[in-house]
DNA sequence: ACCTGAACACCGTTCAAGT
DNA sequence: ACCTGAACACCGTTCAAGT
């Protein structure tokens, strides 16, 4: 809000020549906390001393956190595995990459709290956005509708994870106790919508990762045939 | 992550016989200062402090901070006008809804981190799927579909605006001297990706607001577009 | 060039105590 | 029933100082 913000990767990294820290560990260290405990466990204190270092020594490293965590958000983009455009027809490159993207999220729950804070402007960024656009390019897109044709996809994932991993952080699927919980809240919260509480009744019989899996498929589905139903208008003019 | 969540929608709320605080003007405060300051300003002892009360008092009508952002986001959800389906046909409502959303959470910015961290379990959160509900029902969907539908809009929506939001936050659209900043940055970010780099330079050229708008209506045709495909591929059986 | 420690100005939450 | 203050265990960040 009231700090100019400037993007790590503007500047070129404090070489790790000697056996110092440099930005590689630093970051593996984070993935590593973040991955163990989550978002709100990574603290500068906590990262140094798993480094064996004070916990001022990353400043020399990093500007502050948020550049701390737009380099984690990167190697996050970094394990997205994006299949190359020629190996595949476009729907099927967005497919994967649609599936993919899903399945390293949820594999890294901590992704969804960076990309709602921090601009994700790092080289692997840089790379998946490429893969996409050149996607798009050989689907026939042109001009800007390939910039266009790539967000949606994008979005589209994005949006259906995000709000899912906060539903499952509040609602651990560690224990039993809250799952038989869950029910008892639903049926007093939403008393007066009947007919929603049917469904979600329907949808609580399946195994909720099927349940979910096919909510993301259905969708991106229909991402995937609009945007072929604009390629099929765009080809008759 | 360790504690077990319990939403604040479980219980009746403490009543506010006296001129006590409230959950109401508790939750009109914090969104204030919100709207104000942004996410990360709202503290527990500021709050209590612009109320006029100490620190800890909050914690009477609130469990804890997570509580509190509960109360917050369905006041948001609250803010976001939702049309009734009964008043126009399903692409309307759909519509209508996805620009409401979108508006109200690029004014109020905070809306994303709470969407990203806290369930939506609230009235007006419920009030809101109900009517999407209905309208696609309306439309011609049955069963599971309804619900799968109504999830891809909203997921579209969220998908767009998030990450949008996070750049803004990042550069905000204060200062003059940050625009000017970017540019060069992307310069430098971007070289090895020509074409990407040629893209965003097309786009620079436009309003900012105006490539937003465009981006998201591209996007939200096709959802639409593809939810009436399936629409189509239904009826014909 | 790289790291440290102390210090500053904050946090959320608990809990005994007040009225 | 409602609110307080002190206390606990933390934060991110700055900066002079060390090697």
């Known amino acids: 809000m009231s700090k100019q913000f400037s993007s790590v990767f503007i500047r070129e990294p404090r ?13 593996q260290a984070a993935v590593e906390i973040l991955d163990a405990e989550g978002t709100q466990a990574l603290s500068m204190r906590k990262l140094g001393a798993k480094l064996g270092a004070g916990a001022t020594s990353l400043y020399w490293y990093v500007a502050n956190k948020d550049q701390l965590h737009e380099l ?9 595995d994006t299949p190359e455009p020629e190996d595949a027809s476009w ?26 804070r921090i601009p994700s ?7 998946i956005t490429d893969r996409l656009r050149r996607s798009f390019v050989q689907a026939g897109f042109s001009g800007i509708d390939i910039y266009l044709a790539s967000g949606t996809v994008m979005c589209y994932v994005l949006g259906q994870v995000i709000p899912d991993i906060a539903f499952s952080k509040a609602y651990g699927a560690d224990q039993l106790d809250a799952k038989v919980g869950i029910d008892e809240q639903m049926d007093q919260l939403a008393a007066g919508y009947p007919e929603m509480l049917a469904e979600y009744r329907d949808q609580i019989c399946m195994d909720p990762d099927v349940a979910r899996a096919m909510a993301f498929d259905f969708g991106l589905i229909c991402v995937l045939d609009g945007l072929e139903a604009r390629l099929r208008k765009a080809r008759r003019l």
């Open 15 to 27: 070489p790790a020549k000697t056996g110092g820290l440099g930005r590689a560990q630093i970051v």
């Open 72 to 80: 984690v958000l990167d190697e996050f983009w970094g394990m997205v």
């Open 91 to 116: 729907r099927e490159v967005l497919t994967t990459f649609g599936y993919n993207l899903r399945e390293t999220m949820y594999a890294h729950p901590w992704s969804t709290d960076l990309i709602g």
């Open 121 to 127: 402007m790092g080289p692997n960024a840089f790379r």
